[in-house]
């Protein structure tokens, strides 16, 4: 009987799962494509790969395993994803090795320089701490030293730990918050200046620096109570209260991507629809945080970023943050980051020509307050004071009026912005009424401004840098002297501008200033471009000089007019500004700004492959660009011709969008039409080459082919490569993705590969976009929310060819 029973326990054990066992032993790994992993004895833990989002990228990490959310609380390097068939060793020299399917070392735990010692077996407790031991069962490295963002019951922190929070829930890289217990005895939390780990001024602080009695651990404990270590024993709660004891619930304590520092609890027999529930957060208010006595009130920059305003909600204490109007956030996937304004900001020079009341009003703000840095105080002023002062004061951005009636004036940027329904403040920003650059007096008339505010009534909308068809009249008058022909011709062949911005040049000024047409940067199917300097009042402006290729027999000179104030009257950030333009017998010439670091294409396909970030800023900005042209300016433009020469980069690397009007100019009344192809080989639609209107979808398109360059820093035909399935590029990143080879399409590209999340995004957004049918691509606007991730991207299908009826 008893051999019975030891053959029947013999045969059960071979029957348990061998994720089920504690101990491994080193030989063991674990693979992303094998679907297991090391539990603890009590199953409540697992150590493994843990799928992001549906994609083919894997974090290596610990989680509950019998709650329904499967509640991750340590992650090996968030900053580099493990690819699909990517797997985990278990070594004897350097413990947990993690590897890519092409062999890329990702990260080891030999990396925290604490590994000393032969392993011999690792262990996942019951804690949920991953323990790697040697033969004598000697501690060699642990999950619990080298935490992520989270601490568990029983897990205590020494002096110089740190939790670094996620850059957002299902973004695990680091991101801007920091606990740290210094080595001082207390306990802080604080941002940091990424990408480096330089903290700023903590804004919350608990413990005390007296050196004879301060903290020397931070210590969780197994009933969920947190708290600080003294040298004599005395404990210091972190927050008042604690959870109910009890062996019912788990326990963590988070420190959350909004920097929030949060115990929560969870229910451990769950039916399916509990979820964690907060004990207690840590600052009771982040955005009204107290700087501390001893830090630097300036170097403080709060919760949010520049520019930007913080604001709590009262039921669970998280904040949000948002941009004033007329501001929006420098990195459109960074929420909590710094705003820019959306307005050229002037400056004193231009301050001196141009009223300040002309140039700028006030946007209020109600119950708000930018802390600190502020240059002048002026007490006992009124509201109306304290707005004009600020409007005539060319230093500055910002006014903020209290209760107190003193008024505080602040350059930018602002920081440490707030909101509070007990404030009372008010603050007011100046901005401007336009989005034009003034580069030199204008000269208005009554009775057109007049007109224009009764057209811009009637249009219901304020586009930025579109004036209206009467200043046009006003330009064509100047240039066919109809009327004040000798003084004001005279006046703006100094080089003066008109409200539009735009110049009447002849030929000959531009003969000179091109000296004889001379140096060529560059031709394409609409004109040759000459590299100019054009004396602008006392300054030289460096241009570029487009002659356009048979313009002259094609249209009237009215309707060419007519497209130049057009083009003229768009003024966005991200298109190249035209200066003016000639109109002389046949000679058709348009006038452009210089900008100092070429065309897109010469910035991706040369020796070096540029920053990937970089590459991010320039696809938003193409974007916007597209965005404005399609939807925002009083006049629909269809580009017609979307590639990297046609994007040109400002000295900061900024896009801008270059030859937007040609195929207007050259296309009278077709922008929905059946007409020849325009465009470049790889970027046309196919709709060019079928019986269908044209639209802005074409554009949609070529964008689609472009963004691909972007990631790839590669050609969208490249037949010399010698592999024929790389040879078409929308083909082959639609194979990458579908096969889940997004790393073969970056050719593993660090920095790329670090932010493999946004790559997938990217290519998704961009097989949206070169669908064959054009009802199937994305409108601008929605491929801009779905590149600032405000949407969804959807799993794209193939960009088959389509039929018509």
């Given at each position: 009987?008893?051999?019975?029973?030891?053959?029947?326990?013999?045969?059960?054990?071979?029957?348990?799962?061998?994720?089920a066992?504690?101990q491994?032993?080193?030989?063991?790994s674990?693979?992303?494509?094998?679907?297991?992993?090391?539990?603890?004895?009590?199953?409540?833990?697992?150590?493994?790969?843990?799928?992001?989002?549906?994609?083919?990228?894997?974090l290596?990490?610990?989680?509950?395993?019998q709650?329904?959310?499967?509640?991750?609380?340590?992650y090996?390097?968030?900053?580099?994803?493990?690819?699909?068939?990517?797997?985990v060793?278990?070594?004897?020299?350097?413990?947990?090795?993690?590897?890519s399917?092409?062999?890329?070392?990702?990260?080891?735990?030999?990396?925290?320089?604490?590994?000393?010692?032969?392993?011999?077996?690792?262990?996942?407790?019951?804690?949920?701490?991953?323990?790697?031991?040697?033969?004598n069962?000697?501690?060699?490295w642990?999950?619990?030293q080298y935490?992520?963002?989270?601490?568990?019951?029983?897990?205590?922190?020494?002096?110089?730990?740190?939790?670094?929070?996620?850059?957002?829930?299902?973004?695990?890289?680091?991101g801007?918050?920091?606990?740290?217990?210094?080595?001082?005895?207390?306990l802080?939390?604080?941002?940091?200046n990424?990408?480096?780990?330089d903290?700023?001024?903590p804004?919350?602080?608990a413990?005390?620096?007296n050196?004879?009695?301060?903290?020397?651990?931070?210590?969780?404990?197994?009933?969920?109570y947190?708290?600080i270590?003294?040298?004599?024993?005395?404990?210091?709660?972190?927050?008042?209260?604690?959870?109910?004891?009890g062996?019912?619930?788990?326990?963590?304590?988070?420190?959350?991507?909004?920097?929030?520092?949060t115990?929560?609890?969870?229910?451990?027999t769950?039916?399916?629809?509990?979820?964690?529930?907060?004990?207690?957060?840590?600052?009771?208010?982040?955005?009204?945080?107290?700087?501390?006595?001893?830090?630097?009130?300036s170097?403080?920059?709060?919760?949010c970023?520049?520019?930007?305003?913080c604001?709590?909600?009262?039921?669970n204490?998280?904040?949000t943050?948002?941009?004033?109007?007329?501001?929006?956030l420098?990195?459109?996937?960074?929420?909590?980051?710094?705003?820019?304004?959306?307005?050229?900001?002037?400056?004193?020079?231009?301050?001196?020509?141009?009223?300040?009341?002309?140039?700028?009003?006030?946007?209020?703000?109600?119950?708000?307050?930018?802390?600190?840095?502020?240059?002048?105080?002026?007490?006992?002023?009124?509201?109306?004071?304290?707005?004009?002062?600020?409007?005539?004061d060319?230093?500055?951005?910002?006014a903020?009026?209290?209760?107190?009636?003193?008024?505080w004036?602040?350059k930018?940027?602002?920081?440490?912005g707030?909101?509070?329904?007990?404030?009372?403040?008010?603050?007011?920003i100046?901005?401007?009424k336009?989005?034009?650059?003034?580069?030199?007096?204008?000269f208005p008339n009554?009775?057109?401004?007049?007109?224009?505010?009764?057209?811009?009534?009637?249009?219901?909308?304020?586009?930025?840098?579109?004036?209206?068809?009467?200043?046009f009249?006003?330009?064509?008058?100047?240039?066919?002297?109809?009327?004040?022909?000798?003084?004001?011709?005279?006046?703006?062949?100094?080089?003066s501008?008109?409200e539009?911005?735009?110049r009447c040049?002849?030929?000959k000024?531009?003969?000179?200033?091109?000296?004889?047409?001379?140096?060529?940067?560059?031709?394409?199917?609409?004109?040759i471009?000459?590299?100019?300097?054009?004396k602008?009042?006392?300054?030289v402006?460096?241009?570029?000089?487009?002659?356009?290729?048979?313009?002259?027999?094609?249209?009237?000179?009215?309707?060419?007019?007519?497209?130049?104030?057009?083009?003229?009257?768009?003024?966005?950030?991200?298109?190249?500004?035209?200066?003016?333009?000639c109109d002389?017998?046949?000679?058709r010439?348009?006038?452009?700004?210089?900008?100092?670091?070429?065309?897109?294409?010469?910035?991706?396909?040369?020796?070096?492959?540029p920053?990937?970030?970089?590459r991010?800023?320039?696809?938003?900005?193409?974007?916007?660009?597209?965005?404005?042209?399609?939807?925002?300016?009083s006049?629909?433009?269809?580009?017609?011709?979307?590639?990297?020469?046609?994007?040109?980069?400002?000295?900061?690397?900024?896009?801008?969008?270059?030859?937007?009007?040609?195929?207007?100019?050259?296309m009278?009344?077709?922008?929905q039409?059946?007409?020849?192809?325009?465009?470049?080989?790889?970027?046309?639609?196919?709709?060019?080459f079928r019986?269908m209107?044209?639209?802005?979808?074409?554009?949609?398109?070529?964008?689609?082919?472009?963004?691909?360059?972007?990631?790839?820093?590669?050609?969208s035909?490249?037949?010399?490569s010698?592999?024929?399935?790389?040879?078409?590029?929308?083909?082959?990143?639609?194979d990458?993705f579908?096969?889940?080879?997004?790393?073969?399409?970056?050719?593993?590209?660090r920095?790329?590969?670090?932010?493999?999340?946004?790559?997938?995004?990217?290519?998704?957004?961009?097989?949206?976009?070169?669908?064959?049918?054009?009802?199937?691509?994305?409108?601008?606007?929605?491929?801009?929310?779905?590149?600032?991730g405000?949407?969804d991207?959807?799993?794209?299908?193939?960009?088959?060819?389509?039929?018509?009826?």
């Amino acid at each position: 009987m008893a051999f019975s029973l030891a053959h029947t326990l013999f045969f059960l054990l071979l029957l348990l799962p061998t994720s089920a066992v504690a101990q491994i032993t080193v030989g063991r790994s674990l693979s992303t494509t094998d679907n297991s992993s090391w539990l603890s004895p009590s199953g409540e833990f697992a150590f493994g790969f843990r799928q992001l989002n549906g994609s083919d990228f894997f974090l290596l990490s610990i989680w509950y395993d019998q709650i329904p959310d499967r509640t991750i609380v340590w992650y090996a390097n968030g900053e580099k994803l493990a690819p699909r068939g990517s797997k985990v060793d278990l070594t004897a020299d350097r413990g947990l090795v993690l590897t890519s399917s092409q062999g890329e070392e990702l990260w080891t735990s030999s990396d925290d320089q604490s590994l000393t010692g032969v392993v011999a077996s690792g262990v996942m407790n019951n804690t949920g701490n991953f323990v790697l031991e040697d033969s004598n069962f000697k501690k060699l490295w642990e999950s619990f030293q080298y935490p992520s963002d989270t601490m568990l019951p029983t897990q205590i922190m020494e002096r110089g730990g740190v939790l670094s929070s996620r850059q957002s829930e299902t973004n695990f890289s680091k991101g801007r918050f920091q606990l740290r217990f210094r080595q001082e005895g207390n306990l802080v939390l604080n941002t940091i200046n990424l990408p480096t780990d330089d903290p700023n001024e903590p804004y919350y602080t608990a413990g005390d620096l007296n050196t004879s009695n301060s903290g020397k651990q931070l210590v969780f404990n197994a009933s969920g109570y947190f708290y600080i270590l003294r040298e004599n024993e005395e404990r210091i709660a972190i927050a008042q209260g604690s959870p109910s004891t009890g062996n019912n619930l788990y326990f963590r304590v988070t420190l959350n991507f909004d920097g929030i520092f949060t115990l929560y609890s969870h229910p451990k027999t769950s039916a399916g629809n509990e979820s964690w529930t907060p004990i207690w957060t840590v600052p009771d208010n982040i955005c009204l945080a107290n700087v501390p006595p001893n830090a630097v009130a300036s170097s403080y920059t709060g919760v949010c970023g520049y520019n930007s305003v913080c604001k709590i909600n009262p039921q669970n204490k998280r904040p949000t943050c948002y941009c004033p109007k007329r501001y929006s956030l420098l990195d459109p996937n960074d929420p909590y980051g710094s705003c820019k304004p959306d307005f050229i900001q002037a400056g004193c020079k231009e301050d001196e020509i141009n009223s300040q009341q002309a140039l700028y009003y006030l946007e209020e703000l109600t119950n708000t307050n930018f802390a600190y840095s502020d240059y002048i105080r002026l007490p006992s002023f009124t509201e109306e004071n304290c707005k004009n002062s600020c409007l005539q004061d060319c230093m500055c951005a910002v006014a903020i009026f209290s209760t107190a009636n003193t008024c505080w004036k602040k350059k930018l940027p602002l920081s440490n912005g707030r909101f509070s329904e007990d404030d009372g403040g008010k603050v007011f920003i100046k901005v401007r009424k336009d989005n034009s650059t003034l580069l030199g007096p204008s000269f208005p008339n009554p009775v057109q401004k007049k007109k224009n505010q009764d057209r811009l009534i009637l249009a219901g909308s304020v586009l930025l840098g579109c004036s209206l068809f009467v200043i046009f009249i006003l330009i064509g008058a100047i240039c066919n002297g109809f009327f004040y022909k000798e003084k004001v011709s005279k006046i703006d062949r100094n080089g003066s501008v008109l409200e539009m911005n735009l110049r009447c040049l002849t030929y000959k000024e531009l003969l000179e200033a091109t000296d004889g047409f001379k140096e060529e940067l560059g031709r394409g199917a609409f004109g040759i471009v000459y590299k100019g300097a054009l004396k602008m009042g006392s300054n030289v402006l460096h241009v570029a000089v487009k002659k356009l290729i048979n313009s002259g027999a094609q249209e009237k000179e009215m309707e060419f007019k007519a497209e130049v104030e057009i083009i003229g009257k768009t003024h966005h950030k991200n298109l190249v500004r035209l200066i003016g333009f000639c109109d002389e017998g046949q000679q058709r010439l348009l006038v452009y700004e210089l900008l100092s670091h070429g065309t897109l294409a010469g910035f991706l396909f040369g020796d070096l492959k540029p920053n990937w970030k970089q590459r991010i800023q320039i696809a938003f900005g193409i974007a916007r660009g597209l965005l404005y042209l399609h939807e925002e300016c009083s006049t629909q433009i269809i580009h017609c011709d979307i590639k990297p020469r046609n994007i040109l980069l400002d000295e900061y690397y900024n896009a801008r969008i270059s030859d937007f009007g040609l195929a207007k100019l050259l296309m009278m009344d077709q922008s929905q039409t059946h007409t020849a192809i325009r465009g470049t080989k790889g970027y046309v639609a196919p709709e060019w080459f079928r019986n269908m209107p044209i639209t802005a979808k074409v554009d949609v398109y070529s964008f689609g082919v472009m963004l691909l360059e972007i990631i790839c820093c590669r050609r969208s035909v490249d037949m010399e490569s010698g592999e024929e399935e790389k040879a078409i590029l929308t083909d082959w990143a639609y194979d990458c993705f579908r096969e889940g080879t997004l790393d073969v399409l970056v050719e593993y590209e660090r920095e790329a590969m670090d932010d493999i999340e946004k790559v997938e995004r990217f290519v998704k957004i961009a097989i949206w976009c070169i669908q064959e049918g054009p009802s199937l691509r994305p409108t601008m606007r929605k491929v801009t929310h779905m590149l600032e991730g405000v949407v969804d991207v959807p799993i794209p299908p193939c960009p088959s060819p389509f039929t018509t009826t």
